[in-house]
């Protein structure tokens, strides 16, 4: 069954925790389709990520790189949780987890990175974080 290739699909995954993340990702949802601008305050204290590039894996459009000011991770490599909603001009991504402002994009080494990144992810080698770790 699917539940098998794609373990994430089963419903005993389902944890206080993603209820919220969902939740509040809805509510975003909400307020961008009523073309609400993202608050600067809110964006001021989202995490920065740098050096970064998409990856797309079986979750979907996830980003690869430096994140710093995360709540969780601190500052370090991380795989985000998938995007839901970019900025037309860059600044900001919604993921399921929260938004994050956008420094530069990677260059071809960090695209050689986050290959390498997302290859030892899925192969269960978490020397990267990941949102959904947390």
């Not at 991380?78 to 420094?103: K, M």
């Not at 290959?115 to 192969?123: E, G, P, Y």
């Amino acid at each position: 069954m699917l539940t098998k290739k794609f373990p994430f699909l089963d419903p005993a995954h389902i944890t206080p925790g993603l209820t919220r993340r969902l939740r509040a990702l809805a509510d975003d949802c909400a307020r961008l389709r009523l073309e609400y601008p993202v608050s600067p305050t809110l964006l001021q204290s989202a995490p920065l990520l740098e050096e970064w590039t998409p990856a797309m894996t079986s979750r979907g459009v996830v980003l690869v790189g430096l994140v710093s000011g995360h709540p969780i991770h601190g500052d370090r490599s991380v795989i985000s949780s998938p995007v839901w909603f970019a900025d037309p001009d860059g600044n900001w991504v919604r993921t399921l987890s929260r938004f994050y402002r956008l420094g530069l994009p990677a260059g071809p080494g960090g695209v050689r990175r986050t290959r390498t990144s997302v290859a030892r992810s899925h192969a269960g080698t978490h020397d990267n974080a990941s949102e959904d770790e947390a």
